[in-house]
């Protein structure tokens, strides 16, 4: 049997073949599709696209990761920048998050905050 090599690509995985003499087939391969590279979890992203696409793998880290801003950001003792009237936020503000791409590349806690502040006003 010939020596060769061959080069296969499947959807999100590329992968080489070498053919050797005696007809061993090796294989290689690595992940092309960028969500490889995401967090399974959103807490720790280092954007808001990142923190996106971990929200769609763990919902409770993607709560937990919002309830950490939302009581970082809340003034205890003076007027508030966001005033919550549900205790149903974490879909409004992924949903605010994913709809305004303009967030994509700032901290999570950036945007999350702007989030708040732009979903649940105090009016």
Not at 14 to 20: D, E, F, H, K, N
């Amino acid at each position: 049997m010939k020596s060769g090599r061959a080069n296969v690509v499947l959807p999100g995985r590329r992968l080489s073949a070498t053919v050797l003499g005696s007809g061993l087939l090796l294989l290689s391969g690595f992940m092309a599709d960028a969500t490889a590279l995401e967090p399974a979890s959103p807490v720790g992203a280092a954007t808001v696209k990142v923190f996106l696409a971990g929200c769609r793998r763990d919902q409770g880290g993607c709560a937990l990761a919002i309830g950490s801003v939302l009581l970082d950001r809340t003034n205890f003792t003076g007027p508030s920048a966001f005033c919550l009237r549900t205790t149903d936020y974490v879909g409004p503000l992924t949903r605010w998050l994913t709809d305004n791409p303009a967030t994509a590349q700032m901290s999570p806690n950036e945007g999350i905050f702007l989030a708040l502040k732009t979903v649940y006003p105090c009016t």
